[in-house]
């Protein structure tokens, strides 16, 4: 097992203390305060809560780093500190409706060497309060379960793998484009699962569980932390031209190297169709 470094310490810390806010909110859903965010997006009480105890844990223990906060928005850090990527509660319609499916996600990203620019992202922790399960990841050192060593499953045939992905849906994403993918991915692999949550999607994917992974339209704090960990567990991400930027979000796709292939060439011709 790697040594747990400190500031996964710090990070696991804080998304455990959030994450107990949740599971007791997640065990009172009917008495939530619930407003619209947008078409079929909600953010609830639950949600601001968990954001604010990991922005209140964080700052304290790493003061004049920076943050990018899903409800929040962004807070400038000191010259040349990082920031913190956060997601206080992936898969919020899941938690709204009951369904024990969420994640706390939260990233760190580095500045580009002798520059203002944000670069890599070096640092990863996605909590699933409902299973106590902390999945986490540094640059080199690896991707992990609590203290197993995470690999990516090594599927290599379409026939044999299951695929995850998210769904367009009221106000959001692109159907058309979404219907064109599945109907060729569809056809060529063992089944594809849509739980509503893209973290949490990229941590088990990592793990073995998934195979693959596509999805377009996500935000940073979607996928800063998963796509780390898919990276140290031997996988591959990129976008749908295949470019592996530092934070795939609006276009994701991921897998092993054979599948990540695969899956490439299969999204390539539909968007060509």
């Known amino acids: 097992m790697a040594a747990i470094s400190g500031l996964i310490r710090v990070m696991e810390k804080a998304a455990r203390k959030a994450g107990a806010r949740l599971r007791r909110d997640f065990g009172e859903i009917e008495n939530l305060q619930v407003s619209r965010k947008g078409p079929a997006d909600f953010v609830s009480k639950a949600d601001e809560a968990s954001e604010r105890i990991l922005w209140d844990e964080l700052k304290v223990a790493r003061p004049g780093w920076g943050f990018l906060l899903e409800e929040g928005g962004e807070i400038e850090a000191e010259p040349g500190q990082p920031r913190f990527i956060i997601d206080p509660l992936d898969g919020t319609s899941n938690f709204l409706h009951g369904l024990p499916h969420f994640a706390i996600s939260i990233a760190v990203q ?146 092993n190297d054979q599948m990540h292939s695969r899956l490439h060439k299969l999204v390539t011709e539909a968007l060509k169709a």
């Open 110 to 255: 580095e500045r580009k060497l002798g520059s203002d620019e944000w670069g890599e992202v070096t640092a990863g922790v996605i909590y699933q309060p409902i299973t106590d399960e902390t999945f986490w990841a540094e640059k080199t050192r690896g991707a992990w379960l609590q203290d197993a060593r995470l690999r990516v499953s090594g599927r290599r045939q379409l026939s044999e793998a299951l695929i995850a992905t998210g769904t367009p849906f009221q106000g959001h994403g692109n159907f058309s484009e979404w219907t064109r993918i599945f109907g060729r991915v569809g056809p060529n692999v063992a089944g594809i699962r849509r739980y509503g949550a893209a973290s949490l999607d990229l941590a088990w994917l990592a793990a073995g569980r998934f195979d693959g992974f596509w999805e377009s339209e996500l935000s940073p704090w979607d996928t800063a932390a998963g796509c780390l960990l898919v990276r140290e567990a031997g996988g591959f991400v990129s976008d749908y031209r295949g470019r592996s930027l530092t934070i795939c979000d609006k276009q994701v796709i991921a897998g």
